[in-house]
């Protein structure tokens, strides 16, 4: 905590020399699951909890706005868990605590702003609230199974996300390059040279074929973009399109689809990705929803697969907020000779994976917070690979406390 106080003092007192405005923020916040378990035969009801996060944030940019750059350090959940940060030697995983991220940026002019760095949360992403603005910070506390829908593939074991249909941003270190040659079009251009020269380097065409290119237009009734990203050499790129309305008062819809584009060498079939999510507000009350499917493309592919959320919410008050969130996550063989197959070596055709997860929210909407709740989910069953009896139900009462400057 000291070295993270120290790191935050210092890049205070460099930036403040160089940058006429500057501002630093800090996050930190902790998780206790009071007690946990299954359905899993012979399962032993447990208790445990980790710290979260330690984060601190800061940005400044000269006066006349020309030059500017953005700095985070975390601190590693693993070293906090394995109870290693105590001292001031570090063996292994111990010798790197922390992770770090920045960018720095220059606008010679209006139209073009050039960054060299990258944010691992994504830049230019297209999502809406299909992503991390679902649940919003709770979902980094871990209250909520949501951001497994988002980032950690499926929290019922399906392999469907909602970021296969709708673009994440991209996440590296490289190159980038904003262009807006007028107020309601922006071109966004991306490369990652730096993690790729991180990981060994890469042969100039590879690395090229791994370009992000983003139209990104903006109208008064919502937003429209299209984002192609690049694979690698012989990988082909995956193609996002969206659209966000903001026209509808109270009303906010976000529908996304992406598809891959194959390499002239690549002659295998990609599933399309359909994604809608959508925001209603009336006073005190609001639900969010989203939902995203996997479709086959050729007669080959044998399953479908879908994700489903919703998330009520009630305000009590200014300082207190009631949700309540629920999903599924549906897979199932679409092809009348593999369910045949499927019934006649008396295995599951379908999956049908659940969670129910009400919580509560005390405290600011962006400050300090409190969080309690009940988190259950059913992992559902593998296509072809479980019997009805394998479905196994876990349960936890976890509690949090964030904290953000």
Do not use: C
């Given at each position: 905590?000291?070295?993270?106080?120290?790191?935050?003092?210092?890049f205070a007192l460099?930036?403040?020399v160089?940058?006429?405005?500057?501002?630093v923020?800090?996050?930190?916040?902790?998780?206790?699951?009071v007690?946990?378990?299954s359905?899993?035969?012979?399962?032993?009801?447990?208790?445990?909890?980790?710290f979260k996060?330690?984060?601190l944030?800061?940005?400044?940019?000269?006066?006349?706005?020309?030059f500017g750059?953005w700095i985070?350090?975390?601190?590693l959940?693993?070293?906090f868990?394995?109870?290693?940060?105590?001292?001031?030697s570090w063996?292994?995983e111990?010798?790197?605590?922390?992770?770090?991220?920045?960018?720095a940026?220059?606008?010679?002019i209006d139209?073009?702003k050039v960054v060299i760095?990258?944010?691992?949360d994504?830049?230019w992403?297209k999502?809406g609230v299909t992503g991390?603005?679902?649940?919003?910070?709770?979902t980094?506390t871990?209250?909520?199974?949501?951001?497994?829908?988002?980032?950690?593939?499926?929290?019922?074991?399906?392999?469907l996300?909602f970021?296969?249909a709708?673009f994440?941003?991209?996440?590296?270190?490289?190159?980038a390059l904003?262009?807006?040659?007028?107020d309601?079009?922006?071109?966004?251009l991306?490369?990652p040279?730096?993690?790729e020269a991180?990981?060994?380097?890469?042969?100039a065409?590879n690395l090229y074929?791994q370009?992000?290119?983003?139209?990104?237009?903006?109208?008064?009734f919502?937003n429209?973009a299209?984002t192609m990203?690049?694979l690698g050499?012989?990988?082909?790129?995956?193609?996002?399109?969206?659209?966000?309305l903001?026209?509808?008062?109270?009303?906010?819809?976000?529908i996304?689809a992406s598809?891959?584009i194959?390499?002239a060498?690549?002659k295998d079939k990609h599933?399309?990705?359909?994604?809608?999510?959508a925001k209603?507000?009336a006073?005190a009350?609001?639900?969010?929803?989203r939902?995203?499917f996997?479709?086959p493309t050729?007669?080959?592919?044998?399953?479908?697969?879908?994700?489903?959320?919703v998330l009520?919410?009630y305000?009590?008050?200014?300082?207190?907020r009631?949700?309540?969130?629920?999903g599924?996550?549906?897979?199932?063989l679409?092809?009348s000779?593999a369910?045949?197959?499927?019934?006649?070596?008396?295995?599951?055709s379908?999956?049908?994976g659940?969670?129910?997860n009400?919580?509560?929210?005390i405290?600011?909407e962006?400050?300090?917070?409190?969080y309690a709740g009940?988190?259950m989910k059913?992992?559902?069953?593998?296509?072809g690979a479980s019997?009805?009896?394998?479905?196994?139900v876990t349960?936890?009462v976890?509690i949090?406390i964030s904290?953000s400057?």
């Amino acid at each position: 905590m000291k070295k993270l106080i120290a790191i935050a003092v210092v890049f205070a007192l460099v930036a403040g020399v160089a940058f006429a405005e500057i501002s630093v923020s800090g996050e930190v916040f902790g998780l206790v699951n009071v007690i946990e378990g299954s359905s899993e035969k012979d399962s032993e009801i447990t208790a445990g909890g980790e710290f979260k996060r330690i984060r601190l944030e800061g940005s400044g940019d000269v006066a006349d706005g020309k030059f500017g750059g953005w700095i985070r350090v975390d601190a590693l959940n693993a070293a906090f868990n394995q109870g290693t940060i105590t001292g001031h030697s570090w063996e292994g995983e111990q010798a790197r605590p922390f992770n770090a991220s920045a960018l720095a940026w220059w606008k010679p002019i209006d139209q073009l702003k050039v960054v060299i760095g990258g944010n691992p949360d994504g830049i230019w992403g297209k999502e809406g609230v299909t992503g991390w603005m679902f649940t919003q910070h709770v979902t980094d506390t871990g209250v909520v199974f949501a951001g497994d829908n988002v980032w950690g593939g499926s929290i019922y074991g399906v392999g469907l996300q909602f970021r296969n249909a709708f673009f994440a941003g991209y996440d590296s270190n490289g190159l980038a390059l904003e262009i807006k040659p007028m107020d309601m079009l922006g071109i966004n251009l991306y490369l990652p040279f730096i993690s790729e020269a991180d990981a060994g380097g890469q042969k100039a065409g590879n690395l090229y074929t791994q370009m992000v290119a983003q139209a990104d237009v903006n109208l008064d009734f919502g937003n429209i973009a299209i984002t192609m990203k690049g694979l690698g050499d012989k990988e082909g790129a995956d193609l996002f399109v969206y659209f966000g309305l903001t026209a509808i008062e109270n009303l906010g819809l976000d529908i996304g689809a992406s598809f891959h584009i194959n390499d002239a060498d690549d002659k295998d079939k990609h599933p399309l990705f359909v994604g809608l999510g959508a925001k209603y507000s009336a006073g005190a009350f609001a639900v969010k929803f989203r939902t995203v499917f996997e479709l086959p493309t050729d007669s080959d592919d044998k399953y479908i697969a879908a994700l489903f959320d919703v998330l009520p919410y009630y305000a009590v008050n200014d300082n207190m907020r009631i949700y309540l969130s629920a999903g599924l996550g549906l897979i199932g063989l679409t092809d009348s000779d593999a369910i045949k197959n499927a019934a006649d070596a008396k295995i599951v055709s379908s999956q049908v994976g659940w969670h129910i997860n009400p919580y509560v929210e005390i405290g600011e909407e962006w400050g300090a917070k409190f969080y309690a709740g009940i988190k259950m989910k059913s992992n559902g069953l593998s296509v072809g690979a479980s019997t009805k009896d394998d479905a196994i139900v876990t349960w936890s009462v976890p509690i949090a406390i964030s904290l953000s400057f």
